[in-house]
């Protein structure tokens, strides 16, 4: 029966205490064209992270979706001969099957071209428009059709040319409405100054700061539709619509939980995940997320304690340069997700780059990064020791109190946590295969083969004791990544339940633990299939 309540509150109460909840967000993928491999990369990072949170008992939400708008999206489609909705759902649908495939779960899935984010960016911009954020003016400059934005003197470069990164550079003059966004600089440094934990890696403040250092001018929020219309029209303007930057961003509040454009203050709803962890490319920090949005969510009544945390990831290239159509070396995820299965294509994109560096993609190195870490080194130590547990001791373990792996097994596991609470993913699978491979060395020194032969059972039990109880951990450690092969691994040592960081702790296994029977969960890739 219900116990009557004592105290009534009637103020909504937050679905989880802030401290335990984690709002994780992904940059929004263009639909212009199809998924690559950074792409992925991007939403197994967050989704690795998200998973990560959860082991340690955090409620997460973990928003991602597709950046719909855009002068790239009108003119594809217009290619293409079809409608801009219809071009950008058909590239929207592969984004979400490849998702799927790749084990990428998100809680919140952000389209732009949904019709209550649009609602919520006109809201924005009414209210701003009223407060006196916006203004209109006429502007004559240079503008690059690639990158669609208005381009300045110090984006010359030192031969006094617009570099071949801005792509097709027009000379326009046109109305526009503008942000006060260099209202806001001094305020922006300032806060870049109390918080530098706003940026991770570390390194990337100075780069950000010197952007801001560097604003001068307002930031110009629309476009003209003689020239764009597959965008968000302005509320107060018909003839215009929204500069897609301005609407994208405003992604991260319009599909977060509680969210209110109408007010300056928002629910403890909205304030039990807010605010968000960003994790973007490098590419987009830069003005984007340093500069834009933070004087955006300001100007749109944020406190300063509100301004989210950007956590900024490197490039994967190929051979040392940029993955591009032209170059035609693009990596489809989708194709090597089938040839490799997805959990490889997983461990190889979060273990072989440093959160923060770029690294070179090679299918090389993915059967590499395979084959030594999960066929040699961790499928090995299952497989042995499952093995000799079977042929010495019928599968079944007898708890010892031994030394043997267990300070090795706390060790990692400290490290692992503070790594991962970083975001450095590849330094948490590093502690993992550290585990495996010093408990592969232990099966050397120790010899269970020996002991059985001489008899030393407690010595035996011991030793497969240490070395199951060792797998056990490292598939805890191993699951933000590769959940079903930790799965596989737990199934194998006769494991059942949720997978909780807490379960790190040594000795979970109990004396008597019937083990479950060995099969290869990691078969070794025995030669390039592509050679
Ligand atoms: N639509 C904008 C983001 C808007 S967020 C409000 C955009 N889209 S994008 O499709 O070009 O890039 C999406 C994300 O993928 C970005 O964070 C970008 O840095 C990342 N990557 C794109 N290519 C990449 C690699 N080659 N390697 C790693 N990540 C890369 O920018």
């Known amino acids: 029966m219900d116990h009557p309540q004592v105290a009534v509150s009637v103020s909504p109460r937050p679905r989880v205490p802030a401290s335990s909840s984690f709002f994780i967000t992904t940059a929004i993928d263009y639909t212009n064209a199809a998924p690559h491999i950074g792409h992925a990369y991007e939403k197994v990072l967050a989704d690795g992270i998200a998973r990560y949170q959860r082991l340690r008992g955090r409620d997460v939400f973990f928003l991602t979706g597709v950046d719909q708008h855009g002068q790239k999206v ?3 489609a217009e290619k293409l001969g079809v409608p801009p909705q219809e071009f950008v759902d058909e590239i929207t649908e592969k984004f979400r099957a490849l998702w799927a495939k790749l084990g990428v779960e998100y809680d919140g899935w952000a389209a732009t071209t949904d019709a209550a984010h649009k609602a919520c960016v006109q809201t924005l911009l009414q209210r701003l428009h009223d407060e006196g954020q916006l203004y209109k003016a006429r502007q004559a400059g240079y503008y690059s059709v690639r990158q669609e934005q208005f381009l300045t003197e110090k984006e010359r470069g030192p031969d006094g040319e617009f570099g071949a990164e801005w792509g097709e550079v027009v000379l326009i003059e046109e109305e526009n409405y503008y942000f006060k ?35 001068t001018g307002d930031l110009c929020i629309s476009r003209p539709k003689a020239r764009l219309t597959w965008g968000i029209e302005l509320p107060f303007d018909p003839d215009y619509v929204t500069y897609v930057w301005f609407d994208a961003l405003v992604n991260y509040i319009s599909f977060a939980p509680g969210f209110d454009p109408n007010s300056k203050i928002q629910s403890p709803e909205f304030h039990a995940w807010w605010p968000a962890l960003h994790v973007i490319g490098k590419d987009i920090m830069v003005p984007a997320h340093g500069v834009y949005w933070p004087i955006m969510l300001k100007a749109i009544g944020f406190a300063d304690a509100d301004i989210p945390t950007l956590l900024v990831h490197g490039w994967w290239n190929i051979a040392g340069s940029k993955m591009s159509k032209s170059l035609g070396n693009v990596v489809d995820p989708d194709a090597l997700a089938d040839k490799y299965g997805a959990e490889t294509v997983r461990y190889y994109l979060m273990a072989d780059i440093a959160t923060g560096k770029d690294a070179d993609f090679s299918e090389e190195r993915l059967i590499q990064r395979y084959n030594v870490d999960l066929a040699n080194s961790i499928g090995n130590l299952l497989n042995r020791t499952l093995n000799m547990a079977w042929k010495y001791r019928d599968g079944r373990l007898a708890k010892s109190a031994g030394k043997g792996l267990q300070d090795r097994a706390d060790s990692v596991v400290q490290s692992y946590a503070a790594v991962m609470d970083d975001g450095s993913i590849n330094a948490g699978l590093e502690q993992a295969c550290r585990l495996a491979n010093e408990a592969n060395q232990y099966v050397e020194q120790a010899k269970p083969w020996a002991l059985a032969k001489s008899g030393e059972t407690a010595a035996l039990d011991g030793a497969l004791y240490h070395l199951a109880e060792s797998l056990r951990i490292i598939a805890i450690l191993l699951s933000p990544v590769m959940p079903k092969a930790a799965r596989g691994i737990w199934e194998q040592l006769g494991v059942a339940g949720e997978f909780r960081f807490e379960d790190t702790a040594w000795g979970g296994l109990k004396d008597g633990h019937p083990l479950g029977k060995p099969f290869p969960l990691f078969p070794r890739i025995e030669a390039p299939a592509n050679p």
């Open 181 to 215: 966004l260099a209202e806001h600089k001094r305020w922006l440094l300032d806060l870049l100054d109390s918080r530098p934990g706003l940026v991770t890696p570390g390194f990337r403040l100075a780069e950000l700061r010197n952007a801001v250092e560097k604003v």
């Open 74 to 76: 009108q003119q594809s």
